[in-house]
């Protein structure tokens, strides 16, 4: 990758370690639902302008606003509920160092469902000691009163949802349409599901109006953390590949612990950095990329 692509993978960690803070923010004045229904609707508006802008036109196939459905529901709607309502009882950056478990559970996933993506044992080694770390971090008390598993469990569920996605999203490899409309299908499909339950569950006149700072944490989280993100998300995956993409895995904890220290004032426990570390050493095990390197400097390459 050359410096302007590093640049763009760092930006997106940012904007997506962000995504948790500000939804750490927004979850002491509004509930979750409303959170993640007002995150997809303002980005989906933000998108479906900015291709009227470019004088793209939305499909109006029923196979393609299908896909678009499916996409929202393992993409958006699960994993963001999840994860808000995680948020309301865990720290902005456990749930990010959890949340970095996607691309183990994508191993699995990818491995059971598909035939071109098998499981390799570096692979199989770097799951292993990912989820050694997941088990560090929740520890033997995990079962006690007070123990915060559930919320745990419930950002485990986001990173299994977004493995699921990703062999799912293939789908739209097929149909042959530019990703931002991909996004935009994805993020209006995701509204749609979401605003009759939001309206039975959480009715938007029930809610208090919160602060100006948690609107403006709503907004970043919409239009930078989600619509520009997506963006950028595209334009790595096309200029770099999706291999280095994976990359942004490594960053995106960095990027939400260093944010939640600085403007929350959270602070991690021992066994959360040594979780971490362990997660982060079987990301590089699946990546592969770090091994090779080494390999190759040993055998004097």
Sequence with gaps: ???????????????????????????????????VTLRVGIAA????????????????TNRFWLVCFGMGLLNNVVPFNLSAWAQTQITSGLAAILNATTPLFAVLVTHALTEDEKATAPKLVGVVVGFAGVALMIGPDAFSADSALLPQLAVLGCGLSYAFSGVFGRRFKALGQPPIVAAAGQLTASTALLLPVL????????????????????????????????????????SA??????????????????LGALLLGE???????????????????????LFALARRRLSGG
């Design 45 to 60: 508006v933000a998108l479906l302008a900015l291709l009227r802008v470019m004088g793209i036109a939305m499909p109006v």
């Design 267 to 289: 602070r991690l426990e021992a066994k959360h950095a040594a979780g971490m570390a362990l997660i982060a050493l079987g990301l590089a095990a699946i990546d592969g990329r």
């Design 1 to 35: 990758m050359g410096p302007a692509d590093w640049l763009l993978l760092v930006t997106l960690s940012v904007l997506w370690g962000g995504s948790f803070l500000f939804t750490g923010i927004a979850v002491r004045e509004l509930p979750p639902l409303t959170i």
């Design 241 to 258: 590949g999706a291999t280095n993409l994976m990359l942004v895995t490594f960053l995106i904890p960095v990027s939400a612990v260093l």
């Design 199 to 238: 309206f039975v569950v959480d009715p938007p006149w029930t809610t208090p109006l919160p602060s100006a700072g948690v609107l403006a944490a709503v907004l970043a989280l919409a239009l930078a953390s989600t619509a520009f993100a997506y963006i950028l998300f595209f334009r790595i995956l096309a």
